[in-house]
């Protein structure tokens, strides 16, 4: 049984530039959320996603967006990339919105931004 | 949410009982208690999670106390690999909207030593 897959494990990029990251969830499930988590801090919430639409949010600018795909599969999209955004980027994946229980996450990915 | 408290670092020797405390003391009574554990670098990892009763599964025992404001994550017989930044969390029960988010504190950095 295939858990949280991410893609790319690491990423570098310039200030500016755009960005997209990848997430499939664990088997069976149909939430996605994602979390930023800089060095030496815990993950913060970004947002989450159901049926291909954006349930809840946390305290990221418009310049954070995502979308979820009729597969459950979804994608974090950062734009004008900031030296701040430089962080790892977890999924997790759960049932059932607003049901939801225990979220599972994957391995991240690793965004470097010079 | 309710806010938790945990020691930023504990030591544990090889093969003993590591305890992990949380203090959640403004905790609702339809708040749940999780665990997660992130080994460095990795995404976090789900342990286990409760409302009111003793929980125990394959990987350790979670004690929560009588009045809900405490509570005990127990590993039976630590070993090295268990080294990792342990997260007490409290969220929501299912069926709130505001179930989404998972709010991280800095957590416990516990050290297994042989």
């Known amino acids: 049984d295939a858990g949280v897959t991410q893609s790319p494990t690491h990423l570098i990029k310039t200030r500016g530039q755009q960005v997209t990251l990848r997430c499939s969830p664990k088997?069976?499930?149909?939430?996605v959320s994602w979390y930023q988590q800089a060095l030496g801090q815990g993950p913060q919430f970004i947002f989450q996603?159901?049926?291909?639409?954006?349930?809840q949010r946390g305290n990221f600018p418009d310049r954070f967006s995502g979308h979820q795909f009729p597969n459950y599969s979804s994608e974090l999209n950062v734009n004008a990339l900031l030296l701040g955004d430089s962080a790892l980027y977890l999924c997790a994946s759960s049932l059932n919105w607003p049901l939801v229980d225990t979220q599972y996450f994957g391995p991240g990915t690793r965004l470097t931004v010079l | 949410d309710a806010k938790t408290t945990q020691p930023p670092s504990m030591d544990c020797a090889e093969g003993r009982a590591a305890n992990l405390p949380c203090n959640h003391s403004t905790i609702s009574g339809n708040e749940y208690v999780y665990w997660y554990r992130q080994i460095h670098s990795q995404g976090p990892q789900y342990i286990i999670h409760g409302l009111k009763n003793n929980e125990t599964n394959e990987m350790a025992s979670l004690i929560i106390t009588e009045d809900r404001k405490s509570s005990t994550l127990i590993l039976p017989h630590a070993t090295l690999r268990d080294t990792a930044v342990y997260y007490c969390i409290v969220r929501v029960a299912r069926g709130s909207s505001n179930t989404g988010k998972l709010i991280f504190g800095q957590g416990t950095t516990l050290q297994v030593k042989p």
């Open positions: 088997s069976g499930h149909d939430t």
């Open positions: 996603y159901y049926e291909e639409e954006e349930r």
